[in-house]
């Protein structure tokens, strides 16, 4: 490949990136998070087409457009996440694709052979009948290489093959390589561990902001020269150190103090059968062990994101077992977990949001943020911790690993914790940004805070920790106290745990707990609901750091599709009106003003509840049914069917109950969502089934006609001639809008439609939110419910609300809330229904069949969705 | 170590087996209930008659499945099928092959568009095929004038739905040919390997190289196809293409999907038993018009949707325990 051009939206990924691999070659490719790395091998691919450049493969000039010819020219990649199907079998998962047929049917007991047979070449006997899924990520991993390798493939390439892989399985994979190598296969190797590197390969290319920077023969360069091209600056590791870490504090200080954090016998599942650890505040205590020996579990179970199966924990000197990552949070405890995107931000969040989402409980007065008080402290934590961002309102996807993770670490310091657990806290991150974290933990140790950090990096541990316990397939295996921590003594442990570790380590009693603790714990945990402590949040002091937003190009270009996507739907509105003003006649009376606006509040108010259900990233099919149920209700209770009641108060009743009434099926819906972790299409599907059944029974299914003036003001009333129900859509519309845009319950409903486990661990009540929300959505089509009959002066089970599910979605996705959860617009919602409306209106005032409005009413749902894509991605 | 490997892989597996075949069941069950309670439940005229009333939510319910599979959902089969309806209704005075290849070929239109959408535009599944329906509804209601369409009785066209076949009802003889199809095509077919890959994992599908976009173009077309279908057997069977009809049916297919333990999530399913579900959910109806008529007791026919409702919900309930046992596990 020479002299390779990639731009993205304008910005340059790669300038002039070259890269040469020999005939059975193992290469190896470097660089830093951002370096154009991956790029070059997408293009390479055929995933990316390329700007610019040649790419010579096999002596000839190689076009590519797809991956599935890069797989047929002999070039199969292994990508960093693993990437097969997890429910398929083993067997279908390295054959799919290129099936073996007989007859053009599939033959199964042929793939099925081969498949064990190749898997055999790398030590692997598994049954390759089963789902992939029943796997660990490491043997998952050792298929997506065998499925890359059986292609006969003339190049492969690995991305960062080893990092979910233990040591014996690495040693496997290097034979394969060997074996590749010597039957003339070339290997392009992308690792971040350069020890592997000087194992495997022979030449290496280090790449720096999408330009390569050096090629050349791996044994003429040492560890530093690599670092040091990476980086583009030299480090100062003359002193052989690789961190960022200060030395730790005085270890005999820390001896005396009272553990903060003891963990006894602690087994979680199947992962965790005894674990044992301790820790005081200002200490740094590492946690080693391979992939699976259940450091992470440790990790979540202190948190509260799991629970423990026996065992005991300890925090503060008091018996501790947190029921949810809340309790284990407002205890002083902060989580940062192993991987950033699927379980810590909320990507379309911005920077402040995703910092103070832990924190929101503190910055509200009555459920209501306080929005000087969180800019203050996001102010305050951008400056100290340096956090480069444009401005506190840029989405957090936006930004780099290194600052994704300072504004991780952010949500839980403004919290002014005593213990802070990090899973990896430097992974995925430049080597730079990794430095400045690395100096951070430190600090913040010095400062009286507990750390537990959790690591594969052997240098972090061994560097960073004032001590290290090392796991071994869920168990404590050793304890290493004395600096310097040997990192082959660590090793040796994970490896095999009873290792001829002579001097430092404290190693474990074949029964698997440590000599030191003759003690032993009492089995079986007793659940305590630990009461808050008093939590002293960080406030913000007096001192305001004004942040002056970066403006570049980029940025107002974001701003203006955002713009654009959100008004695109007004200057659509506003033309509809002007259209119809010009050409539709009466189109200016109070008529036509009320016979739409009649049409599009139901809508819109049942909108409003499915715009807060979409922003979960869920969805209420029932809502229609709800409405009938509503419906039906109403007549039951005002004509004295079942109690006689005082006519006020049965009118009253009468607003009250059907509304409730449909509320209470709407938690219903949210309980089995949250309960039974039933999708919530499947789940709503139910009450849309069964509810309008209900309301049909409950009416015999027969037209309930009346005449009761009182009741039906909600769908005739006219005060100063404004509609009823016009001011109740209008009503619901602001305080909807309201809620989500200044409550504490509005902002934790998107970032749990954002990220759900993110938010989980954040402290966010996930489940009490989606049943409330779920809650509204009833509230809001039972008193749609009512206004249908009441402006039809009959109720009829089989038809009130027939179809709205669709209208309120087809409302909704027009006012560009998307599907995906995390953003809402309920103001778009409402302007989404008139558009929608107005579209149907024009087109029958101008003689156009109503059918044909259907068709139309199609395109625009497409057309705008369509927009809205595009303004996303840009 | 290995033991107990050994055994949770065969748990695992017999808990796969319940829950694939738990519909099976559940249908044998009820077969067993109505048969020991109704006199005339297993008589020949209502096996026929649940047999021909349901192959239409069956086809419909065929191409639903393998949408869902692909981790997509169409929610225009019901107008589809409406529309597949007046369009073979209108074509019926050339005959029943032109009449049906007509309205599978509307059906086909409609799948066709969604499918685009859908893969070139990069529009959801569930707004392109929210779009799809209002569109195939409005060309409905344009084509019959806002009226049904009677079909002509001077051709054949009318033996299509009601016509028999070595004693079965030729509707039944058509869905159990596609479900045979479907079946075969799912297990033994590349394709239909592809189809649950992507339901899976599109974008390791992609990266596999398999052509995503084709795949669930096919998936898309024969959905719409199957649904048109089944409207040309409504029309056959109602004696008139009826434009207002299906809405409400994507939803009792998807239901019928999931009682059979198809993943709404896709990358997993099973056709039969989809088959199952189908038949069960048609069952509950007809069981409730026998209780009817012993007398004790008079449901209303609304009870049925009640009754659906509560059974969907049980279903669900039990599968997301298994989900929950087996992740566990």
Redesign the interface.
Known sequence: MAGIHKHFSGIAALSNASLTVGRGEVHALIGQNGAGKSTLIKILTGYYAKDAGEIVFDGQVFEVHSPNAAQANGISTIYQEINLIPYRSVAENIFLGREHRQFGLLNWRRMEAEAEELLLRFNLKIDVHQPLSRYSTAIQQMVAIARAVSFQAKLVIMDEPTSSLDDHEVSVLFEVIQQLKSSGVSVIFVSHKLDELYVVCERVTVMRDGRTVLAGSLGSLSKLDLVTTMIGRALDSATGEQTGFTPGSDPALIEKGEPLLRVRDLSVGRKVTSANLDLRSGEIVGLAGLLGSGRSEIARTIFGAESASAGEMKYEGAAFAPKSPATAISSGIGFCTEDRKTDGIVPEMSVRENLTLALLPHLAQAGVVNDEAQRSVVAKFIKTLEIKCSSPEQPIRELSGGNQQKVLLARWLCLNPKLLILDEPTRGIDVGAKREIQTLISALAADGLGVLMISSEMEELVEGSDRVFVLREGRTVAEFRDHPISEDAIMAAMADGTSALKSTAVIAAPDGTLRRDAARSINGITPIDAPPRDVKPFLPSDERTKHVPVETKERRLAVWSGRMRREGVLIALVALIGFNLAFTPHFLSWQTFNVNLTQVCNIVIVGVGMTLVIGTGGIDLSVGSLMAIAGALAPIIFQNKIVSLPSALGIGLAFLIPVLVAGAFGWFNGWLITRFRIQPIVATLILFIAGRGLAQVSTNGNLQAFNAPAFQVIGLGRPFGVPVQALIMVSVVAIAAWMLRFTIFGRELLAAGGNEEAARLAGVPVNRIKRMVYMISGLCAGMAGLIVIAINSSSDANLVGLGMELDAIAAVSVGGTPFTGGRASVIGTLIGALIIQLVRYTLLANGIPDAAALVVKAAIIVGAVFIQAKGQSR | MNGSKGQS?QT?RSMTLISQNSVLIALILLILFGALRYEKFLSPFNILTVLRYNSMFALVSLGMCFVIMSGG?D?SVGTTAALGSVVSALLSPHGAWIGMVGGMSAGAAVGMINAL?ITR????P???S??????A??????LAQ?QSVSVSYDTDFTVIGQGDWLGFPIPAWIAGFAYLLGS?CL????GG??V??IG??E?????????VDRVKFFVYLASGTLAGLAGVILASQFGAGQPVEG?GWE??A??SV?VGGT???G??GSVIATLAGVLLLGLIFNILNFENGLGWISL?A?????????F??VV??FQ??L??KRQ?A
């Not at chain 2, 929210?130 to 569109?135: D, F, G, K, P, Q």
């Not at chain 2, 297990?187 to 590349?190: E, F, I, V």
């Open positions: 892989a695992s959902i929610l959408v535009l990069k529009i959801p569930f707004i392109s929210l779009a799809a329906m209002l569109a509804q409005g060309a409905a209601l344009l806002n075969l297990n033994l077919t590349a390997r592809k649950l890959a899976g994992n974008e390791a599908a992609r990266l596999m190289g398999l052509r809405i939803l009792f998807i239901a999931v993943l709404l999530t990358g997993q209303s609304y009870w049925q949707s009640v009754v659906r409702g509560l969907l919900m669900v309930i997301s325990r989900v929950v566990r």
